[in-house]
């Protein structure tokens, strides 16, 4: 397919799990992609044989260097078509748990850097009518235990997609994928089939399983494409049904 024909899309924290897998998909289907990252030997490997990806080592919670890669990424290719938010890491702890300088640190990556990046991408995604996808997470839809900090910066995301969804429309479209527990990323890279909290997860998910980095990647590409021209302000789950469920555990079946 070549739905991305010609277009350039940014992947920020594109150096492993879901934003290679999201970076790859856009390459496949036509797009020149830039990852960014802060380690170019991580980069390097998500670019090692395929010419449509390229690399940026930057560190997004330096606006500084977020407005140097937009603008690299504009004066290199002459154009900025899809800017996906995707970089982020998780906080452990409790609000008396965290640290002032740990609650400040995931506000940086998770919340502070979207706003930036997408500060710096509006005027040229406005010129290609492009689109802006912000990766969240379901801690940002609910609440985990011991991840204030994380739950805090992607429950802000959330508002921050509507609000720009709502300020941007119809020039530029802005909606979040909110990943569920996702099998070989950052934070469940470890976690085998036969470990309990693998377990309790199948359990909870009506799909009966823990979801690919690819039906990640699928959402995004669909919500990047003409077919979803006319939706903005969206957040969508992407976690096997969990988020249609109360709570509860399975009782009869």
């Keep these: 397919m070549s739905r991305f024909a010609d277009q350039v899309v940014v992947v920020t924290g594109g150096g492993s799990g879901i934003g290679a897998g999201i970076a790859h998909r856009f390459a496949a289907e036509g797009a ?13 490997k998500v670019v090692a ?13 330096v606006p500084d260097e977020i407005n140097a890669l937009i603008a690299s990424v504009v004066d290199e ?7 996906v938010n995707n970089a982020g890491v998780p906080s452990l702890g409790t609000v ?25 991408s509006m005027p040229h995604l406005r010129e290609r009518k492009g689109c802006i996808v912000n990766i969240g997470s379901m801690g940002g839809l609910g609440a985990d235990y011991g991840m204030v900090a994380y739950n805090t910066a992607k429950g802000g995301l959330v508002n921050l997609t509507r609000a ?23 934070i469940t890279g470890g976690v085998t089939p ?22 990640v990647a699928g959402v995004v590409a669909f919500l990047a494409g003409e077919d979803a021209r006319y939706l903005t302000g969206l957040q969508i789950p992407v976690d096997g049904g969990l988020d249609a469920t109360n709570g509860q555990p399975r009782l009869f079946f």
């Excluded at 400040?104 to 502070?112: E, G, H, K, P, V």
């Excluded at 309990?196 to 039906?215: K, L, S």
């Design 49 to 61: 044989g395929n010419p449509a990806i390229r690399a940026h080592v930057a560190d997004l919670t």
């Design 96 to 120: 008396e748990a965290v640290t002032p300088d740990q609650w400040r640190a995931a506000m940086a990556i998770n919340l502070d850097a979207v706003y930036h990046t997408s500060r710096a």
């Design 77 to 83: 290719l002459g154009r900025l078509d899809v800017l």
């Design 164 to 186: 720009m969804a709502a300020d941007h429309a119809p020039d530029v479209r802005v909606n979040a994928v909110h990943p569920g527990f996702i099998r070989d990323t950052g």
């Design 32 to 44: 020149t992609v830039v990852i960014a990252g802060r380690t170019q030997e991580k980069l390097d």
């Design 194 to 215: 036969d470990m309990p909290i693998m377990q309790a997860y199948v359990q909870r998910i009506p799909f009966g399983r823990v979801g690919e980095i690819d039906e």
